[in-house]
Nanobody, 121 residues
Framework: QVQLVESGGGLVQPGGSLRLSCAASGSIGSINDMVWYRQAPGMPRELVAGITSGGSTNFADSVKGRFTITRDNAKKTVYLQMSSLKPEDTAVYYC???????????????WGQGTQVTVSS
């Protein structure tokens, strides 16, 4: 059973920082792309940042220069460092990863349960 578990969300003041973590566990053969999404109330889910197994990254225009995505392949964990946070960054943040479980030859997309980030004074 493959699982993704996010942590690190919370309440932060505008201009503050938070670091989110997402750890994959279970019978994992390999992990390709790892991606952070977010969903604000009444809004569609949007891609925030992604990172390939080789370390290439991409970001939504709204977070470029403020957010950084990294991964630790040994720990099967992806991180989202968020700085200069704005109220409009308030959302539930989800991680997703393309994972090949042991014994499978195909990759499948897995999702975490989400972690709430609230930016407010």
């Amino acid at each position: 059973q493959v699982q993704l578990v996010e942590s690190g969300g919370g309440l932060v003041q505008p201009g503050g920082s938070l670091r989110l973590s997402c750890a994959a566990s279970g019978s994992i053969g390999s992990i390709n792309d790892m991606v952070w999404y977010r969903q604000a109330p009444g809004m569609p889910r949007e891609l925030v940042a992604g990172i390939t197994s080789g370390g290439s990254t991409n970001f939504a225009d709204s977070v470029k220069g403020r957010f950084t995505i990294t991964r630790d392949n040994a720990k099967k964990t992806v991180y989202l460092q968020m700085s200069s946070l704005k109220p409009e960054d308030t959302a539930v943040y989800y991680c997703s990863a393309d994972i090949r479980a042991y014994g499978n030859w195909k990759f499948a997309s897995y999702w975490g349960q989400g972690t709430q980030v609230t930016v407010s004074s």
